[in-house]
């Protein structure tokens, strides 16, 4: 095997997943609408549900109490998040990896994969392209490889921090890579990182030693379960956690998911900061086992439900989905998407209107413009934010939850979404999208109650349409 970081559990590790105990809670008669509505009415509290109470959701699939969850996740949605929506681009770094992955494009077997990692220079390229377009939030891919150590992977986020050009510049950067041990997160966090992002993919015992054959890297469960946990030890306050819907029965992963983080929670004091929950897709060299795959409706009903038993919890909704599906979904409660992404290595510079299977991980769904996801958000009553306020300023893990849960963050939220979004409206965006802005912009301000910070918030709009004045977050 090749050598890479020490496989070094957290303190007290454990396994925390019993497959025979989240099967048998999805066995049984389905819930009576009354359970199902006090079970919405505990999320509507705003408090987080059980692994139990979330299973009876996930039972209940008469169209009755399925539309009683929409509503219900809408409903949170709005409550917990308003009607913001953050925006961000992966940036793939390099897709060298030793493992073999059976779903993945980048699997070290796959001889049609193209492989490469970009140098410093196609680095920073990649990055001004980023910026050229109005984006301040990245999230690095990296694939697991011993190249792709700490150090290098803290040196890839200095260098994208210190990319700048124009009124462009990254204020925030995420990290999808391999489970490090405590040192390795230390060096990565030190370089100033948001949130450091893995994917079990799947919770399933059986099903995980199937997909990642146990002479790899990632054959052992245990390691990548807990690499999260080691995470928190080592000083991250900003993690996320994700499945690969489509690998097992949609509904096991969702509970996984849900043990996962009343797990970080109850030992750590604060649960994950986001979920992902993205689809199995096509790929190169990659013949799917359609068995589990998830269709349209169910694919609705997970995210509700995720929104449901995690109500502080952000939801990442991925461009693998098409740009109708993820239109729809959005009002189930999704916090955070990605737009204009090219998961390509050197996408976002060499590729053209077409996707190049060979040079990327799975078949993206969507790949119109930040400009024109943008433009359909502002149209829908959504307000696009890229605040990376929260992070610089400490509003993070546990301090994070001190403000989220009163509601006390929406003084923070909306006043740093209009800021930024004025931003991107003011440099980048098409005379459509800033039409459709300025309207949003000025409903937005109608609904502020008038107070000192409604007056500053003004000021400093003014100060970005009229100055250079740049990233004046509250």
């Not at 359970?35 to 039972?59: D, F, G, M, P």
């Not at 999704?334 to 390509?344: K, M």
Request: hydrophobic share 35%; aromatic share 10%; net charge neutral.
């Amino acid at each position: 095997m090749t050598k890479l970081a020490t496989m070094t559990l957290s303190e007290n590790c454990k396994d925390f997943i019993d497959d025979d105990f989240l099967n048998k809670l999805l066995t049984g008669p389905q819930p009576s609408p009354s359970r199902i509505q006090e079970i919405i009415s505990k999320s509507l509290a705003k408090e987080a549900l059980t692994v139990e109470e979330t299973a009876q959701l996930l039972r209940a699939d008469d169209p009755e109490s399925v539309e009683s969850i929409f509503a219900a996740a809408r409903q949170l949605k709005t409550q917990v998040y308003g009607n913001r929506i953050v925006l961000f681009a992966p940036l793939y770094i390099g897709n060298a990896c030793v493992n073999n992955c059976l779903y993945c494009a980048f699997r070290s077997s796959n001889q049609q994969a193209v492989r490469r990692t970009l140098t410093t220079t196609e680095i920073r390229q990649q990055v001004e392209a980023l910026e050229n377009v109005g984006h301040k939030r990245l999230i690095l891919v990296f694939g697991e490889h011993p190249k792709y150590n700490a150090d290098y992977i803290a040196d890839c986020v200095r260098e994208v921090y210190d990319t700048r050009v124009g009124h462009g510049e990254i204020r925030r950067v995420n990290i999808n890579a391999a489970p490090m041990d405590h040192q390795g997160y230390k060096k990565i966090k030190a370089a100033g990182i948001g949130t450091y992002q893995i994917f079990q993919e799947t919770y399933h015992h059986q099903t995980y030693a199937k997909v990642h054959p146990s002479a790899t890297r990632k054959g052992d469960y245990l390691y990548r379960l807990d690499g999260l946990s080691r995470a928190f030890e080592a000083g991250c306050d900003d993690v996320g956690i994700g499945a690969l819907f489509g690998l097992y029965d949609w509904r096991f992963e969702v509970l996984g998911l849900v043990s996962h983080a009343l797990h970080l929670q109850q030992r750590y004091g604060v649960g994950p900061h986001t979920i992902s929950f993205p689809r199995l897709q096509p790929a190169s060299g990659v013949d799917l086992d359609e068995k589990f795959l998830v269709n349209d409706h169910n694919f609705k009903r997970l995210v509700a439900i995720l929104r449901l038993a995690v109500p502080y919890t952000g939801l990442i909704l991925t461009a693998r989905e098409n740009p109708e599906l993820r239109r729809e979904v959005m009002a189930f409660g999704v916090s955070q998407i990605d737009a204009g992404s090219r998961i390509e290595i050197g996408g976002y510079t060499e590729a053209g209107d077409a996707q190049v299977m060979e040079r990327e991980q799975f078949c993206l769904g969507d790949i119109r413009s930040l400009d024109e996801v943008i433009c359909e958000l502002l149209q829908d009553g959504y307000l696009p934010s890229f605040c990376t306020a929260c992070y610089r300023l400490g509003r993070t893990g546990e301090h994070f939850m001190e403000f989220a849960i009163p509601g006390f963050i929406k003084r923070y939220c909306t006043p740093n979404a209009l800021t930024t979004v004025t931003e991107y409206l003011t440099d980048y965006a098409s005379p459509k999208t800033r039409a459709a802005g300025k309207k949003l912009i000025q409903k937005e301000l109608d609904n502020l109650e008038n107070n000192p910070q409604k007056n500053e918030l003004l000021k400093r709009l003014q100060r970005i349409k009229q100055t250079n004045d740049r990233d004046l977050y509250f």
